[in-house]
């Protein structure tokens, strides 16, 4: 796993070796039986991490593939966009959403600020079937946006809720039904452990049903979610199934399917709720060693994420010091994003990220060269990570 160099950066993230063995195999046909026995096994499986009985869409693409496929999906040029952005990636919604035609209100925050939820309501109550869009776990900033109460404001408008799990699915709880949420998007390469180039949309029966309705074609071709239905899901779950035998819509990276579908095996080994466990406790542990070398998360407390930490850096060029890493200890971490990227670290803690082993490595390679550059550790930070990650 670690045999090149130590990958922290928020994604692709480290896998483990077994997801890295499976994609040592020739490809499938995409369209046979046997093929099509590996894909609803990967779909079931993706279920159970989204917390939905509902479909799973898997598309050939990344993650922001499977936004733009949500939002082109579902008649977009009648519906305003609603976003409520602290980060890159909610501006970036917003950008997709301006990109496709759609009225797009951005919320402007600051990088790291809490959704103001207020303001959000008063925002979808001058809109008519608005779609709210809002990033789980904001990456940029390491933060997470609580997403509990969005489902409620939005369907009493008679509108969606389209979440941005990109990073935060499979390290992070989303009970998507439980939620209420209509459509969200993630992709194979963060938390869920698996390489680059498959994305995901859960769809809910009220999604689903508007897409179905929707009055004008979709905009695009290749990314529209009603081919999924139309081509793929049996009649008896509730596809449409034109041609009247199943087939896939893509041609489907066969690899990738058969890597993420043992990533996700894995997943199942482990237990959900134990992994996500195992992210927060990792997060709580890195948090208390940059604690130790001076240097305090982006994120406000309590909104921190499970999967990737941001820190401010006590007086030092971020960039040196990554350069530092990555020349001399062959540790790879990523800077801050939108004009940050001289005052802040990003390090992810992500399905293998997320374990003492590489973690203590990125700590000790941090804190040796802030101690050359001159800052000193106020305790142990390897020491600290462990306390942390021992506590619970
Ligand atoms: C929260 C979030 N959304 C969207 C994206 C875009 O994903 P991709 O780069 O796979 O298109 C990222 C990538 O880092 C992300 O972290």
Redo the contacts with the bound molecule.
Sequence with gaps: MTAMALQME??PTLVDDRVIQALAAPPMYHQSAEFAEMMDETCELLKQIYGTAGEVVVLPA????A?ESALASADPVDRPLVVPANGT?GR?MAAIGGSLGMRVVELKHDSGQPLAVHDIEAELDRHDKPVLGV?H???STGMVNDLAEYAELVHRRDGLLLV?A??SLGGTAIDFDDLGIDLCAS?A??SVGAP?GL?FVAVSERARDEIEGRRRPPLGYYLDLLRWWDQWVPRERGGRLKSGYRRLPWTMPTNLVVALRRALELTAEEGIEERWERHRRTGAGLRAAMAALGMHPVAPPGAESSTVGAFRLPGIDARTLRRRLAQRHRVHIAGGMDGDAATVIRIAHMAESARPGPQLHTIAAVAYELSALGVRAATDPTRDFLAAWCAE
């Design positions: 928020p994604g990344s993650g922001r593939g936004v990636f970036m990033v776990n904001e990456t941005d990109v990073s992709a390469q963060k680059p994305a």
